[in-house]
Structure formats: C-alpha cells, structure tokens
C-alpha cells in the first residue's frame, strides 16, 4: 500500500510532466479537510488562476482582471468520465489551443502521462472540464482562451489549465 507521501509525489511528478512554461499549468495537492466536496476543488482551482494571473507571461493579458472566484468557476465546470478526462487532459497538454497544428508536447507521451494521473486517482474519482461536450462550447475561467480539466477523488485532487491568446 502506498502512502500518502507516495502517491502525492507521483501525482505531482506525473502532472509536473504534462506542463509546458507559460501555457499549461498544474495543480495537485491532498485536501487538508476530510471529505472535500467540489468547494474545496474550486478553491484550488481557483488558486492555480491566481498563479497564471501572477505569471509575469499573463500579466499583461489579464490585467486588470481578477481571477474567477470559486462559485463562479463552479457554474462553468461539466462533470466528465475518467476515460475522456484523460483525452481532453492528454490535449489539453500536447495540443495548442488556438493553433492546433502546433504540438506542445507529444501526443504519445501526453496520452500515456494523461491515463496515468487518471489511474492514481482512481474508478471513484470524479472529473470536470470547463468544456460542454453537448455544444462544443468552452465556459472560460480566464479573460483569455482557456481549457480546463481537474479531477479529485476527496483526499487528492489535479489539475491543469492551458491558456493561450492570439
């Protein structure tokens, strides 16, 4: 059986591979109250906007702006299953959003990294994307264009948020 430590460290060595400086970032953690429910999700959420907002990349982009409080985060998301959390996470890490021809990271490794968080995570967890599958809309969380797939399963909790401009 792993430890917690341990399988913090890998989900946070497995989500650290899915970034790329000033365009994915990443978020993981293990809950500091027992039994979180999606207000603690949002708040880290939230908390990863405040990183990108931070950024000095994104600072010009999104000043004056603030970042998304948690409730309204909340009203963007979409619930999605394990097996296309871990398509659109895998995208959202290897495809830009705004040039799709160009490749942030290999689709390969991408897909393979992607699966993997999904799996530390477990059958139980549950997933969110800012993305409405019935649509095809994207529910923007920043000012700017945006895809957003986070996951928990009420002890530990990853995320990652691809921002881009044209």
């Not at 341990?6 to 790329?20: I, N, P």
């Not at 979180?36 to 999700?41: I, K, N, S, T």
Request: glycine share 6%.
């Amino acid at each position: 059986m792993e430890s917690p430590d341990d399988l913090l460290g890998e989900l946070s060595r497995t989500m650290a591979a899915l970034t790329t400086g000033g365009r994915v970032y990443v978020r993981t953690g293990r809950y500091t109250e027992a039994a979180a429910d999606m207000g603690e999700l949002t708040a880290q959420i939230h908390e990863l906007l405040v990183q990108v907002f931070e950024d000095e990349s994104w600072r010009r982009f999104l000043s004056p702006a603030e970042p998304m409080p948690p409730r309204s985060i909340e009203a963007s998301l979409e619930p999605v299953e394990g097996d296309a959390a871990a398509a659109l996470l895998a995208s959202l890490a290897s495809v830009d959003i705004v040039w799709p021809s160009h490749r942030l990271l290999d689709r390969e490794v991408a897909l393979r990294t992607a699966a993997h968080a999904v799996s530390l995570l477990g059958d139980g967890a549950t997933w969110w994307t800012n993305h409405d599958a019935h649509c095809g809309a994207t529910n923007l969380v920043t000012p700017v264009f945006d895809s957003l797939v986070a996951g928990t399963d009420g002890e530990y909790y990853v995320m990652a948020l691809q921002v881009a401009d044209d």
